[in-house]
């Protein structure tokens, strides 16, 4: 089977259960290292003609990750496209299993079961989370808003979005609002926007802030697991 995914996260879901499958993947797609498929281009502008010259059996999308234009113009080829909805760690684990299992007819891998008991694993938050904001940009401040992935793990993990309920799901913060929001804690992950211990904490004089691997907070794939283990300790 020939695959392209337009996703890293899947990428690396795929990468990891079955190297050999995948033939295209995008340019921000960097895990594993040592990926050799052909490089197509970035989640929102792929290189539709060099998708569809790669003859795929199937492309591997997401409904925020990618854009529907270039989606409708790989099914217009004749292209099998499954697009994949993320806004929670239930939904990751169903979505996960659909990629790999429905999609491209793999046995269930044992990572993500692992990953599934890893976060059962873990202990229900006590019922007074600790209310954060996750700044995900700067130049303009955005944070994370609500009906977000990141945001569930945060829930389970006894952290509270003070944005949770915010109308957008990536709202633009003034710095002084973000400082006034009532947060407790600041949550700093390195990407998309590569937060540092010199770039970021010091916009928030008055709060904590925890700097997390954006990778384990944000992606969907074998890095659940650890995902589990590291961020409880990062976040308190």
């Keep these: 089977m020939r695959v392209v995914s337009l996703v890293p996260s899947l990428t690396e879901a795929v990468a990891v259960t079955a190297p050999g499958l ?115 940009w700067r130049r303009p401040w955005m944070v994370l808003g609500h009906d977000t992935f990141a945001g569930d793990l945060l829930a389970r993990l006894g952290v509270r979005n003070v944005y949770a309920d915010h109308a957008e799901r990536y709202p633009r913060i003034p710095l002084d609002e973000l400082n006034a929001s009532g947060a407790e804690l600041i949550v700093l992950p390195d990407e998309p926007y590569r937060f540092t211990a010199d770039d970021g904490p010091e916009a928030f004089p008055a709060l904590p802030a925890a700097l997390v691997d954006g990778r384990l907070l944000t992606w969907y794939g074998p890095s659940l697991a650890e995902a589990a283990r590291v961020l409880p300790s990062a976040l308190h």
Aim: aromatic share 2%.
């Design 22 to 136: 995948l033939v295209g993947v995008t340019d921000w797609c960097t895990h594993p290292a040592d990926l050799t498929a052909a490089r197509i281009g970035g989640t929102k502008n792929p290189d539709v003609a060099a998708i569809i010259a790669l003859a795929p059996d199937l492309v591997i999308a997401n409904e925020e990750e990618n854009r529907a234009p270039d989606l409708d113009a790989l099914r217009a080829a004749g292209l099998d496209v499954l697009v994949t909805e993320v806004r929670t760690l239930d939904q990751a684990l169903a979505e996960l299993h659909r990629v790999l299992v429905d999609g491209c007819g793999l046995a269930r891998p044992r990572w993500l079961d692992d990953a599934e008991a890893a976060w059962a694993a873990l202990p229900a938050p006590s019922g007074n989370p600790r209310p954060a904001a996750v700044p995900i």
